[in-house]
């Protein structure tokens, strides 16, 4: 009689541990549906900024030639009364500040989260360093996004920004997989 209560919870776990392997080799498998989801629980976290690093503020543009694409890009900041402009002839500069909405927006002017809309493609998984990898090509839209990244000076000024949140942009990102499923290294 007391093998019967030990035999039953050995047939428990051994259950328990059946249904969970299956449901770990599922996400394991290299599937479409497998890569979005994992992709969209990375990007979940993390935001899609103008910059990848904080510009440093006040910041100093030239106005020539030369720095036209980065007056730009801060005449469209100031347009969307994220920064303001003074001149300073003395040295020939434009001189932007943060307004108290630019304060808010910075660092790196964050403006909504990447959201994956679609496997295009993946190459077959292989071994590297003892994890599977492979390479995973995608198209994704931008949710969340903030009202001034949505203005057309802001947009025209950065075109990067105006193709993720109109849900045309791509991007190719490496995944791997140690058996738990597949995530993005880091």
Not at 11 to 34: D, I, M, R, W, Y
């Amino acid at each position: 009689m007391k093998d019967t209560g030990w035999m039953r919870m050995v047939a428990v776990a051994t259950g328990t541990l059946l249904l969970l392997g299956g449901c770990s080799s599922t996400q394991n498998k290299p599937t479409p549906e497998n890569f979005k989801s994992a992709l969209n629980t990375y990007f979940a976290n993390r935001s899609e900024c103008l910059f990848p690093s904080a510009p440093q503020f006040p910041y100093e543009v030239s106005p020539s030639a030369s720095a036209k694409a980065d007056q730009k890009r801060m005449d469209a900041l100031m347009n969307a009364e994220l920064v303001k402009r003074k001149a300073d002839e003395s040295i020939h500069v434009y001189i932007y500040s943060l307004t108290p909405a630019g304060e808010r927006a910075t660092p790196r002017f964050c403006y909504g989260h990447r959201e994956v809309t679609s496997i295009d493609n993946f190459t077959p998984p292989e071994k590297v360093n003892g994890f599977l990898q492979t390479k995973v090509d995608y198209h994704y839209t931008v949710t969340e996004v903030a009202v001034w990244a949505r203005t057309k000076e802001v947009q025209n000024a950065f075109p990067d920004l105006a193709k993720a949140i109109q849900g045309n942009a791509t991007g190719q990102i490496t995944m791997a997989n140690a058996g738990a499923g597949w995530q993005v290294p880091e």
